[in-house]
């Protein structure tokens, strides 16, 4: 499956951000897929996750972030709100048909990625 990500850009804090990941070549909806993302001089860290209809966030997002899913058009949104400076970073769609509840959380699990957008929060 081909992923594409986009929908970054520049905005202040407290703004909103809608990021989108269109799937190609195979459905989203066997699949497993999530966000993570990336800051400067920092490891890629997951933000959240959408398996069979349950999501999962990590805590520096919970309550801001909101992850769907349209598997008519197989496409991930990813919904932030009351963002904040220290969300800035690239962020990165993910897929992969077979993975687990209990690693859901862990980037090296997926083995499609998209091309990662960039979000900058400004403060």
């Known amino acids: 499956v081909q992923l594409q990500a986009c929908g970054g850009g520049l905005v202040q804090a407290g703004g909103s951000l809608r990021l989108s990941c269109a799937a190609s070549g195979r459905t989203f909806r066997n699949y497993a897929s999530a966000w993570f993302r990336q800051a400067p001089g920092k490891d890629r860290e997951f933000v959240a996750a959408?398996?069979?209809?349950?999501?999962f966030y990590s805590d520096s997002v919970k309550g801001r972030f909101s992850i769907s899913r349209d598997n008519t058009k197989s496409i991930m949104y990813l919904q932030m709100n009351s963002l904040k400076p220290e969300d800035t970073a690239v962020y990165y769609c993910?897929?992969?048909?077979?993975?687990?509840?209990?690693?859901?959380?862990?980037?090296?699990?997926?083995?499609?990625w998209g091309q990662g957008t960039q979000v900058t929060v400004s403060s």
């Open positions: 959408f398996r069979w209809g349950s999501t």
């Open positions: 993910a897929a992969d048909r077979e993975i687990i509840v209990g690693v859901i959380r862990d980037g090296k699990q997926y083995d499609y």
